[in-house]
């Protein structure tokens, strides 16, 4: 998705942009305002074909399909873009000497990218001390010699440390992680997956936005960006949902002061605030559960649209179904050991109330779009799948390009530019959510029936 340009301007180095202020509470109604605006002008145009697909599927049914393929996800993007349009971040400046830091690393079996990790770290223009905790979560291969060797051979810069903390045996990335902050020395706590690279500044800018942040943001989380992404078509899908849809999302997020996960891979935390919420708890989805018991605490989660770090994703479906699965599965696991959160009303509960709709959104997807559009493409049968669902077309193409041109603007201010990738943003745009919502709906299930969980 990126590659280097020449830097257009200092990072950061604007002053306070110009214009009416709103305050983010009206932004919110605002929002909320139009979303509902364009649900309402949907659900009108939606009554014939609703009417129509009663006499097959009954009332009730015609309500559910219409609903699940049309209404909500139409409700869910008119928010997205009425959120984007009404965005407008401050420009953080550096403020005092840098403090200092601690980066977690948990590691199991990453032999292959570990040297490589531990490079771009060191890489890193930040001017306070790092304390650098790799702990290797009981490697079958040479993920603990290659640590230590770069530890014995390289010439590190004199304000960062590294050490490597042995597990005796595999207990997860939760166990490894709590061991890790056993032994952070400093305030912040950053965490680091070990295939992850640290783009120029990361740590700086990262840190930045978490000092500047309203007084009770316990984390901020990083951008996390596809490095392998000209390896298949695979990975030129994940580029533009990282690109996209992930990014976005948590941008929209952080406007209604509520990042709703902080990523393992790559997010800051108040190490006070991290034990007193108990640390990572052993689930599969260590990091989604960790930010809601924040939330839950009264916290505020932010999220740093200019800390980038390049990723590997997974190169086959089979490795991608895995991950999304546990994604899907860590949100029920969130809902369950968090219930309470829904009844706490703040600025981003219409992101928690979306993400009770995710499981019914994939069943609607697969149950009832794909079927119809089957039914549309063989059987010229478009009482599910025909010109009303084309409607949803114009929305999708406004959204994701309000969000392309967002995206874009930010990364040439940071010295970076957007990849052409055509195929896989058409791909993205069409036909995503068909690779996606199998994953999901088993990872949904896989926890409501407490299937065995493994890291």
Known sequence: MTELAKPSGGEGAAGPRAGVYIPVRWKLVLATVIALAWCGFSTWLALPWIRQLAQTFTVPGAWLIVTGIALLPGLANAFLFAGLLLDRRPRFHPMGPPPPLTILMAAYNEQESMAESLEWIARQRYGGAIQVLVVDDGSQ?????????FIAAAEHPANQSYR??????????????????????????VTLDADTLL???AIANLVLNQLQSPPNTAATAGTVLVRNSRKNLITKLQEWDYFLGIAVVKRIQSLFQGTLVAQGAFSIYRKEVLRE????Q??????IVLTWAMLEAGYRVGYAENAFVFTNVPETYGAFYRQRKRWSRGLIEAFKRYPA???HLRLNTPFVYLNIAFPYLDFAYIFFFVPGLVAALAFQYYAIVGVMTLLLI?????????MFFRQRAIFRR???RVRRNLLGVAVFTLGYQLILSPSSLVGYASELFNRRKSW
Do not use: C, Y
């Not at 291969?141 to 060797?149: H, P």
């Open 341 to 343: 959160i829904l009844g």
């Open 282 to 287: 052993e689930t599969v989805g260590e990091d």
């Open 141 to 149: 291969d040479r993920t603990a010699g290659i640590v230590r060797e």
């Open 199 to 201: 783009f120029r500044d």
């Open 164 to 189: 490597l903390i042995q597990m005796p045996r595999n207990g997860g990335k939760a166990r490894a992680l709590n061991a890790g902050l056993a032994e952070a020395q400093h305030d912040l706590v």
């Open 277 to 280: 919420i108990g640390g990572w």
């Open 414 to 416: 940071h010295g970076l």
């Open 394 to 402: 114009p929305l999708a193409v406004a959204v994701n390009s309000m």
